[in-house]
């Protein structure tokens, strides 16, 4: 269990990481022109692309994980675990998804 949240903060800081050298490149290279706002927008997109993969990939996981267990053929503590981290996963992404949606209401809330 240590190593799997171990494995989630390395991911973490490897998608921040990403996250920081490509707005980093985006206003090295190109100022504040069009492109490197383009450039933040799809280092973004790709970043929230990647940890949404992951997501369901660790969905995936678990699912094949409470099949084999089901059948069997599991071992009970790799189920416990893999269902443990859908879990979390889950709560994340629903709470990236809510604020998201609340920074969306507060931008269109805002007086031009």
Same mark, same amino acid.
């Given at each position: 269990?240590?190593?799997?949240?171990?494995?989630?903060?390395?991911?973490?800081?490897?998608?921040?990481?990403?996250?920081?050298?490509s707005m980093q490149s985006a206003t090295d290279g190109q100022g504040t022109g069009s492109t490197g706002g383009?450039?933040?927008?799809?280092?973004?997109?790709?970043?929230?692309?990647?940890?949404?993969?992951?997501?369901?990939?660790?969905?995936?996981?678990? #699912?094949?994980?409470?099949?084999?267990?089901?059948?069997? +053929?599991?071992?009970?503590?790799?189920?416990?675990?893999?269902? #443990?981290?859908?879990?979390?996963?889950?709560?994340?992404?629903?709470?990236?998804?809510?604020?998201?949606?609340?920074?969306? +209401?507060?931008?269109?809330?805002?007086?031009?």
């Amino acid at each position: 269990m240590t190593s799997d949240l171990t494995t989630r903060s390395l991911d973490a800081l490897n998608a921040y990481g990403q996250t920081q050298k490509s707005m980093q490149s985006a206003t090295d290279g190109q100022g504040t022109g069009s492109t490197g706002g383009a450039d933040i927008v799809s280092g973004f997109t790709s970043a929230l692309d990647n940890a949404l993969h992951g997501a369901i990939q660790t969905g995936k996981t678990a #699912e094949t994980q409470t099949a084999a267990g089901l059948s069997g +053929q599991g071992n009970m503590s790799d189920i416990a675990t893999s269902v #443990e981290e859908a879990k979390l996963t889950l709560q994340t992404v629903t709470t990236v998804r809510d604020r998201m949606v609340q920074a969306y +209401q507060d931008v269109m809330k805002m007086s031009i």
